[in-house]
């Protein structure tokens, strides 16, 4: 008989692909539909080709997996972060493996969808059994935890029972949030369950929390945006988590400037959620501010800042959830070669780094690890070219651009 944790986990990494392919879709350069579906290396029972192993520690380059950068080396990995599927698809081994390349590359977060309808299957009990190994192994090896709160149950959505569309409806009511979020911080922060009963995992207690994703997006909130709405779902989130954790960190969902229809504009969504009185609900703005050019994603940074600024908010941080290139695959603005992949994300982290003090910059979170293939007889599209390790988990000259940049910083 299959073990349900396996099945739940399957069910979750379906959404959780969506989740992800509906981000870099929905900037309004590709040419593909969600509904089109990707895999995840890894699912085999989805139909998607069994996983590659990463590459073995000997090819990593010179450092060795696991072993510490140099100089300020704990701020660094606080303000490096990457979005890895592959690990929340793979099994223990596979972690086990990839997660040192992370601590390697000097990655020190992983951002991860925690998707609402598969931990609250049924009304008031939360299961979330099937994320307790990936956050025990994130844990061992040093790895922190951004979760993203994401994705209501049927019966706490908005959704209506006919003519619903494709992506994310908000719950019903926005308090309908709170017993999840409240659950989660009982479950994985300070002093949490999960902890409790894991006496032989290192303790690393997740601290920060990310409300739902790109709620300026039609796709991510339908059937339109509205920051007013957000605003409410997420100071619900707040104080459910706040009442576990004080002193946790709630961050907005990650807001992107999109070109797609019905997509509200990045800083009149940002001045919108300011003017519901948005400003006690959160602790970090966050932004997805996907660009052509290193110069491009800092001048969208810089404004992003300036808008805070404006709005009173100077001490609240500012952190990229999402930014990234594609070496290969379709023609797109973010489709730029090999060798221009690797420059980019060299330019990328040296000028956020450099910057980190006048924009108030918390990090970034680079998407993706690694390359992942479309279904069988399915298109293809260039978010799923972005990674840092090919399909076959080899890493492409943007690792070792990627990892000297962050080793380097000082």
């Known amino acids: 008989m299959e073990d349900p944790a396996i099945r739940q986990k399957v069910r979750h990494t379906t959404v959780l692909v969506a989740f992800c392919a509906g981000a870099v879709l929905a900037l309004g350069h590709a040419s593909v539909s969600v509904a089109q579906g990707i895999c995840v290396p890894g699912l085999t029972a989805l139909g998607c080709p069994a996983p590659p192993q990463p590459p073995p520690r000997a090819e990593v380059p010179s450092g060795g997996a696991g072993e510490e950068p140099g100089g300020s080396a704990i701020r660094q990995r606080d303000f490096v972060g990457i979005?890895?599927?592959?690990?929340?698809?793979?099994?223990?081994?596979?972690?086990?493996?990839?997660f040192p390349l992370h601590r390697d590359a000097g990655i020190g977060t992983i951002r991860q969808p925690f998707i609402w309808s598969d931990i609250e299957r049924r009304k008031g009990r939360f299961n979330f059994g099937y994320l307790d190994g990936f956050v025990a192994d994130a844990a061992r090896h040093g790895v922190a935890v951004l979760p993203v709160l994401f994705g209501a149950p049927d019966f706490r959505s908005s959704k209506p029972r006919r003519g619903a569309l494709r992506g994310a409806y908000p719950p019903r009511r926005p308090s309908d949030i709170a017993p999840f979020a409240r659950a989660a911080a009982r479950?994985?922060?300070p002093g949490g369950s999960f902890w409790k009963s894991n006496r032989s995992v290192p303790r690393q207690p997740i601290r920060s929390w990310q409300i739902w994703n790109e709620t300026n997006l039609p796709f991510y909130w339908r059937p339109a945006p509205s920051a007013e709405e957000f605003i409410r779902m997420m100071s619900a989130a707040s104080r459910a988590i706040k009442q576990v954790d004080e002193g946790a960190e709630i961050v907005t969902a990650g807001l992107p400037q999109s070109q797609s229809k019905g997509a509200v504009p990045l800083q009149s969504y940002i001045a919108a959620m300011y003017r519901a009185g948005g400003k006690p609900a959160f602790d970090t703005l966050a932004i997805n501010p996907y660009g052509a050019t290193s110069g491009e994603v800092l001048k969208r940074v810089e404004a992003v800042r300036k808008t805070m600024n404006r709005f009173g908010d100077r001490k609240a941080k500012l952190w990229i959830t999402e930014l990234g290139w594609a070496d290969s695959g379709p023609t797109s603005r973010f489709t730029v070669g090999p060798r221009v992949q690797a420059a980019r994300i060299r330019s990328m982290v040296g000028d956020l780094w450099s910057g980190r003090e006048r924009l108030g910059l918390r990090g970034?979170?680079?998407?993706?690890?690694r390359d992942a293939p479309p279904y069988a007889g399915r298109n293809d599209f260039w978010g799923l070219h972005t990674g840092l390790l090919d399909i076959d988990g080899q890493a492409k000259p943007a690792y070792e651009a990627f990892r000297s940049a962050v080793r380097g910083l000082r």
């Open 364 to 369: 970034f979170v680079y998407y993706n690890w």
């Open 83 to 98: 979005v890895s599927e592959d690990a929340f698809a793979g099994n223990g081994d596979y972690r086990a493996t990839t």
């Open 187 to 189: 479950r994985y922060g």
